[in-house]
């Protein structure tokens, strides 16, 4: 639909290169026509393509059933006046303005593959939303990928370590591997470790909140970075000869950044839009640029 990698002009001339110069829009009718696209129609047919694309890697010696899933956060830069956008969240650095989304990606052997994408509201400043609960976002994911592959076990990083997370992905029935917070009580085991001189080590601990409760463990395992002990939480039975070993699994999710890159960078459509000249010049460092009346700018 956004005809990717052009912006409004191309995008128009592309479609009837495709589907003939007699049914060929304008420019301005296709970006607008893009535009009218009810959320529920793209993530129909987002949801068809997936079905389309499992589909054919079944027959792929690479794709195993059931699969291991990652859900992470992206951000898509937003540089227009906040008050005309609820969804946009500020950034870590307290200065951009974004649209939040979450995903969660088939990942293995040549296998990055998003299915299920959900947006993330965050309460800001500007305005008086609710934040999202991210146990409801990982619900939600879970929920939808299922309905494509039967999921065994789900990465997350720490923005997820919370109790309630851990509850609802058992709750789903798959397992979980979360690096988890390194909070006072960890750093009395990582201490005590480091007076008893064990590389590894587990602790037993279990969740107790309103949706449920679930025995869980704690793995102090030494930092891939060579330097210092990481703490991973997961509701498997993993016993200290073991734990190393089975928390070398969350590298895997290192293909999502990968597959940000590809999608933002490949798969995102291009346009054009008058926006103020300082957003212009703070936000975009490879476009030209034509001042107009002053105070306008044209990217």
Same mark, same amino acid.
């Given at each position: 639909?956004?005809?990717?990698? @052009?912006?409004?002009?191309?995008?128009?001339?592309? /479609? $009837?290169?495709?589907?003939?110069?007699? =049914?060929?829009?304008?420019?301005?009718?296709?970006?607008?026509?893009?535009?009218? /696209?009810?959320?529920?129609?793209?993530? #129909? +047919? &987002?949801?068809?393509?997936?079905?389309?694309?499992?589909? %054919?890697?079944?027959?792929?010696?690479?794709?195993?059933?059931?699969?291991?899933?990652?859900?992470?956060?992206? *951000?898509?830069?937003?540089?227009? #006046?906040?008050?005309?956008?609820?969804?946009?969240?500020?950034?870590? #650095?307290?200065?951009?303005?974004?649209?939040?989304?979450?995903?969660?990606?088939?990942?293995?052997?040549? %296998?990055?593959?998003?299915?299920?994408?959900?947006?993330?509201?965050?309460?800001?400043?500007?305005?008086?939303? !609710?934040?999202?609960?991210?146990?409801?976002?990982?619900?939600?994911?879970? $929920?939808?990928?299922?309905?494509?592959?039967?999921?065994?076990?789900?990465?997350?990083?720490?923005? /997820? #370590?919370?109790?309630?997370?851990?509850?609802?992905?058992? =709750?789903?029935?798959? =397992?979980?591997?979360?690096?988890?917070?390194?909070?006072?009580?960890?750093?009395?085991?990582?201490? $005590?470790?480091?007076?008893?001189? !064990?590389?590894?080590?587990?602790?037993?601990?279990?969740?107790?909140?309103?949706?449920?409760?679930?025995?869980?463990?704690?793995?102090?395992?030494?930092?891939?970075?060579?330097? +210092?002990?990481?703490? &991973?939480?997961?509701?498997?039975?993993?016993?200290?000869?073991?734990?190393?070993? &089975?928390?070398?699994?969350?590298?895997?999710?290192?293909?999502?950044?990968?597959?940000?890159?590809? %999608?933002? +960078?490949? /798969?995102?459509?291009? *346009?054009?839009?008058?926006?103020?000249?300082?957003? @212009?010049?703070?936000?975009?460092?490879?476009?030209? @640029?034509?001042?107009?009346? +002053?105070?306008? *700018?044209?990217?």
């Amino acid at each position: 639909m956004g005809m990717v990698g @052009c912006g409004t002009p191309q995008g128009a001339t592309r /479609f $009837q290169f495709r589907r003939g110069s007699e =049914n060929g829009p304008h420019g301005d009718t296709h970006l607008r026509a893009v535009k009218q /696209f009810e959320p529920a129609a793209l993530v #129909d +047919g &987002f949801d068809e393509a997936t079905d389309r694309l499992l589909s %054919i890697l079944e027959s792929e010696a690479s794709f195993r059933r059931p699969v291991t899933a990652a859900i992470d956060i992206t *951000t898509v830069p937003y540089y227009v #006046d906040v008050e005309e956008m609820p969804m946009v969240s500020g950034t870590k #650095d307290g200065e951009g303005r974004a649209f939040k989304f979450a995903t969660l990606s088939i990942i293995g052997q040549n %296998i990055p593959l998003v299915l299920a994408v959900e947006p993330v509201r965050e309460s800001s400043s500007w305005d008086e939303n !609710p934040s999202n609960q991210i146990h409801r976002v990982v619900r939600r994911l879970v $929920q939808r990928a299922k309905e494509h592959v039967p999921i065994e076990t789900v990465l997350c990083d720490r923005e /997820f #370590d919370s109790m309630r997370v851990f509850q609802t992905l058992s =709750n789903l029935a798959v =397992n979980y591997l979360i690096p988890k917070r390194i909070t006072s009580s960890e750093r009395e085991v990582i201490k $005590q470790m480091d007076e008893d001189d !064990p590389e590894v080590a587990v602790e037993s601990a279990s969740v107790h909140v309103e949706s449920g409760s679930h025995l869980l463990r704690f793995l102090y395992v030494p930092s891939t970075s060579g330097e +210092g002990t990481t703490v &991973f939480a997961t509701n498997l039975r993993v016993g200290p000869d073991e734990a190393e070993t &089975f928390c070398r699994r969350y590298s895997r999710r290192w293909q999502i950044e990968n597959e940000y890159k590809s %999608i933002k +960078g490949d /798969f995102l459509a291009k *346009t054009s839009r008058r926006i103020t000249a300082s957003a @212009c010049f703070t936000s975009c460092s490879r476009c030209c @640029c034509t001042i107009s009346g +002053g105070s306008r *700018t044209f990217c």
